[in-house]
T-cell receptor, first 113, second 115 residues
Framework: DADVTQTPRNRITKTGKRIMLECSQTKGHDRMYWYRQDPGLGLRLIYY???????NKGEISDGYSVSRQAQAKFSLSLESAIPNQTALYFCATRGTGVDYGYTFGSGTRLTVV | RKEVEQDPGPFNVPEGATVAFNCTYS??????FFWYRQDCRKEPKLLMSVYSSGNEDGRFTAQLNRASQYISLLIRDSKLSDSATYLC????????????????FGKGTKLSVKP
């Protein structure tokens, strides 16, 4: 099994619909992250969580919400999807300590039509 | 100055070539550094960490120059399978810009190795 699992892998949804992207990890790390990636813009941080009770906005949180259901689970919701939220979404986890990098999930390709 | 800056490329090189990527970062107190590789439409994957003394992993060599705030990645004897985007990643000091030490990604340098 992958260290970080994202579902669904691909999703097409209509404008105005609510959609949830799910992420679970088996690394036992406290830190979890949601990023989106758009061509030419690189990775941009949406939300991050350092434990179940600690959730923080990233640079582009508007239009998104998150829920940290357990140490291993961190879900991202689009309350009312709009076309400019079409992107590749990555969940990641990271251990504490300066030498830890991120471990990413394989991504969710979301298309809003 | 951008927090992490990379030449976007693309770098188009023949098989067997040596290619070098550079990256600069803005915060001199940054704590640790990484190179990630990302294949098209796939997740970024850690290629190697970058240590002050420089480090090598097979055909890949990473260097860090703290005085110049500069990181490099050298790939020798390029393979077709090296074609990907290479991301420079920096761990800033705690509470830098409110980021609480979250890693900062460059936008990546695209490498295409041709037969």
């Amino acid at each position: 099994d992958a260290d970080v699992t994202q579902t669904p892998r691909n999703r097409i949804t209509k404008t105005g619909k609510r959609i949830m992207l799910e992420c679970s990890q088996t690394k036992g790390h406290d830190r979890m992250y949601w990023y989106r990636q758009d061509p030419g813009l690189g990775l941009r941080l949406i939300y991050y969580s350092f434990d179940v009770k600690d959730i923080n906005k990233g640079e582009i949180s508007d239009g998104y919400s998150v829920s940290r259901q357990a140490q291993a689970k961190f879900s991202l919701s689009l309350e009312s999807a709009i076309p400019n939220q079409t992107a590749l979404y990555f969940c990641a986890t990271r251990g504490t300590g300066v030498d830890y990098g991120y471990t990413f999930g394989s991504g969710t390709r979301l298309t809003v039509v | 100055r951008k927090e992490v800056e990379q030449d976007p490329g693309p770098f188009n090189v023949p098989e067997g070539a040596t290619v070098a990527f550079n990256c600069t970062y803005s915060n001199s107190a940054s704590q640790s550094f990484f190179w990630y590789r990302q294949d098209c439409r796939k997740e970024p994957k850690l290629l190697m960490s970058v240590y002050s003394s420089g480090n090598e992993d097979g055909r890949f060599t990473a260097q860090l120059n703290r005085a110049s705030q500069y990181i490099s990645l050298l790939i020798r004897d390029s393979k077709l399978s090296d074609s990907a985007t290479y991301l420079c990643v920096v761990n800033p000091p705690p509470n830098y810009g409110g980021s609480q030490g979250n890693l900062i990604f460059g936008k990546g340098t695209k490498l295409s190795v041709k037969p």
